[in-house]
């Protein structure tokens, strides 16, 4: 396992770095399992809050965001956006997180699954940053792996 830290990314991002690691090591000791928490949509000012907070990326323009709540606190995201290729309109998973230092168990496939069945959606695109992650996720929530990319 070989994971990249950007220095831009360890100074101003450093305990989204720090929980990134922790989760791929095995360490996170804050685990909450998707079946006892609750699906709600999330507005523009709370998906911004908690993607500034713990998303290595932090927030972006989105269309529609979801999210797993326990015991009333917002513990994992997952937004959706349109994308046009090829002349084609399709939905794109933009980002997934979970609260810093917290391990959801089963919370993207919740999240996922629940999107797409809302939805009615047969088709979803989404990229890894295989920089900090091996993708891993995609596989376990469905999807297809395509090609990767020289950008």
């Known amino acids: 396992m070989l994971i990249h830290i950007w220095e831009d990314d360890w100074v101003n ?10 989760n791929r090591i095995g360490k996170i000791e804050n685990k909450i399992w998707a079946r006892k928490c609750k699906i709600r949509s ?5 998906t911004s809050i908690f993607l500034n907070e713990n998303h290595i990326q932090g927030y972006t323009k989105f269309s529609e965001s ?28 933009i980002r997934f997180c979970n609260k810093l230092f917290t391990s959801v168990v089963g919370g993207a496939s919740k999240l996922f699954q629940s999107f797409i069945k809302k939805n ?23 999807f297809k792996y395509v090609r990767s990319s020289d950008i």
């Open 120 to 142: 009615n959606i047969e088709e979803v695109t989404s990229y890894s940053d295989i920089s900090i992650f091996e993708g891993s996720l995609y596989k376990k929530i469905g």
């Open 66 to 93: 979801i999210g797993l709540y326990y015991n009333n606190e917002l513990v994992s995201l997952m937004c959706f956006g349109w994308r046009s290729t090829n002349g084609k309109k399709e939905y794109e998973l």
């Open 13 to 22: 991002r450093k305990q989204v770095i720090k929980s990134i690691i922790l």
């Open 42 to 46: 999330l507005s523009n000012e709370e």
